[in-house]
């Protein structure tokens, strides 16, 4: 499930930074320059964000099985100490 919601947001989050692009292109025909480059930055970095989150959610398939799941594998494992060892 959250691997589902990791790219919807990634997917959501790319399809905005094509937006911000588009405005970017509005500002331009405009001859508002910074605007436009500021526009840009914007939706490079909203679209790199995107495009992190699709990857993260891809990374999240489950193993085979008998494997342990990331939310296991990041808790400590309990050691059983020998009956001879204070």
């Given at each position: 499930m959250r691997?589902?919601?990791y790219e919807v947001v990634g997917?959501?989050?790319?399809?905005?930074?094509?937006?911000?692009?588009v405005e970017s292109v509005?500002?331009?025909t405009a001859k508002d320059y910074v605007?436009?480059?500021l526009e840009i930055f914007v939706g490079l970095?909203?679209?790199r964000a995107g495009l992190?989150?699709?990857?993260l959610g891809l990374?999240?398939?489950?193993?085979?099985?008998?494997?342990?799941?990331p939310e296991a594998a990041a808790?400590?494992?309990r050691v059983a100490r020998d009956a001879g060892t204070p």
């Amino acid at each position: 499930m959250r691997r589902a919601a990791y790219e919807v947001v990634g997917l959501g989050l790319v399809l905005a930074g094509l937006y911000f692009f588009v405005e970017s292109v509005t500002f331009f025909t405009a001859k508002d320059y910074v605007a436009g480059v500021l526009e840009i930055f914007v939706g490079l970095a909203v679209t790199r964000a995107g495009l992190e989150l699709v990857k993260l959610g891809l990374l999240l398939v489950p193993g085979p099985p008998g494997t342990r799941s990331p939310e296991a594998a990041a808790e400590p494992t309990r050691v059983a100490r020998d009956a001879g060892t204070p």
